[in-house]
């Protein structure tokens, strides 16, 4: 204890010890003393209140960086492209007969149905389903958040376009109504007592459209909404935006980048001037030659300068040499912060071969749990709804050998990772395939193909060549040997 708490002891003993525990607790955490230099900003706000006063404003920041910065559409066309792929996530149903195998099939009727119900998914008929999960995915990294919502069976003026009677309505963060109370209604989300979404209140149209003068909500049950949301505190509501914590970086490096053009347009319209000697040499040209002119062109002389002058130029030094370090500097930080990777959104690919595999490597996990969250809160529901409906409609029938345990069951297949060197990576493979601690099922699937669209290909190809008369040569055969063998010759060899 010091003097002061020595002094309070004898009258308040428990005051002066915590004033003597509170010394050690700040002397322990450094952190927790501001100091001139730093103030230690602090925000203890709940998730809940911080989306509530910022939300808009960091969506409205993140749809217009989209619409008017490079690097921010770059940034949203890569995590699409390596979250979701150019075909979706694709689906391969694994239902299982009661023997524990997969049900053939079963399984290729439905697939069957729902690569018919693919072409037009959504209600609009607009997008496929390959092209309604990349414009999700978009709407998510941008907006932080993006609702899907199921519509089953016959529905007035909705043309389902399908044998299967199901289709999903894509809606923005915006249809959710701005509706909170002091009960469980936050933010237009109505929870129960364990914090359970139980019902949306949505607008029929888009808030932001500019001839919706009377905007109307309903209350929409949460078991026929896909609700995707970035978030980062528990029980949070609504998601914010994945650029939020590097909003004020982009918008610092447009303005740079901005300057530095304005400065190399500026500095690239060259300028001369004349030079004079001593001050008396202002003055000793007529009136006549104060209106003098000088071509500027291709190795140009001049001939008219007085005694005295010469020429001088201004110099041009900009973009400067430290805009690619500084603009590089700043990319690694907005790709930390964005879960994308520094060489696919500055298109640098610098290195060696294992410089760049690590990279992707360390990237893929950021990509394989973005995968990972985009299948558990809409792909993997909707497909559940999909199956559900066709059943339900007799679009298919579940035969009595069924494990109905399993009918939802399916593998989704997510972007495989590119090959850096296609040789070393399928000398990786066959290693792996001869030591049996993988299989070609795993292998095609981390390609992200259907191993069985691959046997059906292969069986149709080996048949095409025997209707051809020709058969594939051996692997390791010369190259100049050809591909292809006529039969006829094939004994002769």
């Given amino acids: 204890m010091n003097v002061i708490d020595r002094i309070i002891q004898p009258f308040s003993p428990v005051w002066a010890l915590e004033r003597a525990q509170a010394r050690r607790v700040l002397a322990a955490y450094e952190s ?3 100091t001139r230099t730093r103030k230690n900003p602090s925000d203890n706000s709940s998730g809940n209140s911080l989306t ?4 808009d404003t960091l969506r409205g920041q993140a749809r217009h960086l989209e619409q008017n910065h490079d690097l921010c559409r770059g940034i949203l066309n890569t995590l699409v492209s390596y979250t979701v792929g150019a075909k979706g996530i694709g689906i391969e149903s694994q239902v299982l007969n009661k023997n524990g195998q997969i049900h053939k099939e079963f399984s290729d009727e439905l697939q069957h149905l729902f690569k018919d119900w693919s072409r037009k998914p959504e209600t609009t008929h607009q997008y496929s389903w390959a092209k309604s999960q990349r414009m999700m995915a978009r709407a998510w990294f941008r907006d932080g958040e993006v609702l899907s919502k199921s519509i089953m069976g016959t529905v007035a003026s909705l043309n389902h376009g399908t044998k299967v009677p199901f289709s999903i309505e894509l809606l923005e963060a915006d249809h959710i109504a701005d509706l909170s109370d002091s009960s469980r209604i ?5 929870h129960n007592a364990w914090g359970q979404a139980k019902y949306f209140h949505l607008y029929d149209q888009n808030p932001s459209d500019r001839n919706n003068f009377n905007l109307k909500y309903r209350k929409v049950s949460a078991d026929i909404i ?9 029980r949070q509501a609504r998601g914010v935006s994945i650029f939020a914590s590097v909003l004020n970086r982009l918008n610092d490096l447009k303005d740079y980048e901005e300057s530095e053009r304005i400065a190399a347009k500026i500095s690239a319209a060259m300028a001369a001037y004349i030079k004079k000697g001593s001050p008396d040499s202002y003055g000793m040209a007529d009136s006549d030659d104060d209106e003098r002119e000088f071509s500027m062109n291709s190795g140009m002389i001049w001939d008219n300068l007085l005694p005295g002058e010469e020429v001088g130029t201004i110099q041009s030094n900009r973009p400067s040499q430290l805009l690619l370090p500084f603009r590089n500097a700043m990319l690694r930080a907005i790709a930390a912060g964005t879960c994308s ?8 690919y610098d290195g060696t071969y294992s410089a760049q595999r690590q990279e992707l490597v360390e990237q893929w996990i950021q990509y394989a749990v973005l995968s990972d969250e985009f299948i558990q809160q809409f792909v993997e529901p909707t497909y559940m709804q999909f199956v559900k409906i066709a059943v339900a409609s007799g679009q298919i029938k ?72 020709l058969t594939v040569t051996e692997i390791n055969r010369p190259a100049n040997a050809g591909f292809f063998t006529p039969k006829e010759n094939e004994d002769d060899e």
Avoid at 52 to 55: E, I, T
Avoid at 416 to 428: F, L, N, R, V, Y
């Fill in 186 to 190: 936050i933010q237009g989300i109505e």
């Fill in 52 to 55: 509530a006063m910022a939300g």
């Fill in 32 to 34: 927790a003393r501001p």
């Fill in 398 to 469: 579940v035969p009595k050998d069924i494990d109905r345990k399993t009918l939802f069951d399916a593998d989704y297949l997510t972007p495989s990772m590119p090959w850096i060197d296609p040789k070393k990576e399928a000398e990786g493979h066959e290693k792996l395939l001869q030591l049996k601690i993988t299989s070609p099922q795993k292998i095609i699937r981390q390609r992200g193909e259907n191993p069985t669209d691959i046997l059906d290909q292969n069986e149709k190809w080996q048949a095409e060549l025997k209707t051809r008369g």
């Fill in 341 to 348: 990777g520094f060489s696919s959104i500055s298109k640098t």
């Fill in 226 to 234: 896909n609700h995707l949301k970035f978030t980062d505190r528990l």
